[in-house]
């Protein structure tokens, strides 16, 4: 059964830059033709696709947020990441890791159980 | 970019009854790609139907999905006590993913 599990800070102050993980058990991110995400969801409001990165390293962004974002990935490990600069109140979220099913039209089938991160000063 | 307008923002309704949640797009999208979602507080959300009208594993006959273009419905026949949360359409294309703003069925 595929796992994945956020760990990160908590608390970033504004202009900070956020660091993720996602540790990915029970699978790989080298898996040939997946691809492994971040997602956030600010309180009280909708899902907010980040952007994700395929097996071969591959980054894709959201076009709002691409010049702020970095997302690689760890093999060795079987976990990738997220980083996030300049970091603001908006960007206070719950942020999960997710993995799209390249066999059920890229729809997210696991995910984390989500981080709060709280940026504030 | 895609936009997925759902509507309404939220439905009232009690159990037993049918729920029935739109999900637009701001253009024609290929309806392999539209997948449906349920969020409970404080939980991940969990895949309901992908490829606009397929059940992911263990999800339970009450729902369904349909549409194609620009118009796409989740419809849930009848409303159990732990179907009330929040539900979102997302649509993926070309290495880019999409979210509706979400749908709450709530408690009437």
């Known amino acids: 059964q595929l796992q994945l599990q956020e760990s990160g800070p908590g608390l970033v102050k504004p202009s900070e830059t956020l660091s993720l993980t996602c540790a990915v058990s029970?699978?790989?991110?080298?898996?040939?033709?997946?691809?492994w995400a971040w997602i956030r969801q600010s309180p009280g409001k909708g899902l907010e696709w980040i952007g994700s990165i395929y097996y071969t390293e591959t980054t894709y962004y959201s076009p709002s947020l691409k010049s702020r974002v970095t997302i690689s990935s760890d093999k060795s490990k079987s976990q990738f990441s997220l980083s996030l600069t300049a970091m603001t109140a908006a960007d206070t979220a719950v942020y999960y890791c997710?993995?799209?099913?390249?066999?059920?039209?890229?729809?997210?089938?696991?995910w984390g159980q989500g981080i709060l991160v709280t940026v504030s000063s | 970019e895609i936009v997925l307008t759902q509507s309404p923002g939220t439905l009232s309704l009690s159990p037993g009854q049918r729920a029935t949640l739109s999900c637009r797009a701001s253009?024609?999208?290929?309806?392999?790609?539209l997948a449906w979602y349920q969020q409970k507080a404080g939980q991940p959300p969990r895949l309901l139907i992908y490829?606009?009208?397929s059940r992911a594993t263990g999800i339970p006959d009450r729902f369904s999905g349909s549409g194609s273009g620009t118009d796409f419905t989740l419809t849930i026949s009848r409303l159990e006590p732990e179907d009330f949360a929040v539900y979102y359409c997302?649509?993926?294309?070309?290495?880019?993913?999409?979210f509706g703003q979400g749908t709450k069925v709530e408690i009437k």
């Open positions: 253009q024609s999208v290929s309806r392999d790609y």
């Open positions: 029970g699978g790989s991110v080298s898996t040939s033709s997946y691809y």
């Open positions: 490829a606009a009208s």
């Open positions: 997710a993995r799209p099913n390249s066999y059920a039209s890229y729809s997210f089938d696991y």
């Open positions: 997302q649509h993926y294309v070309t290495s880019l993913w999409t």
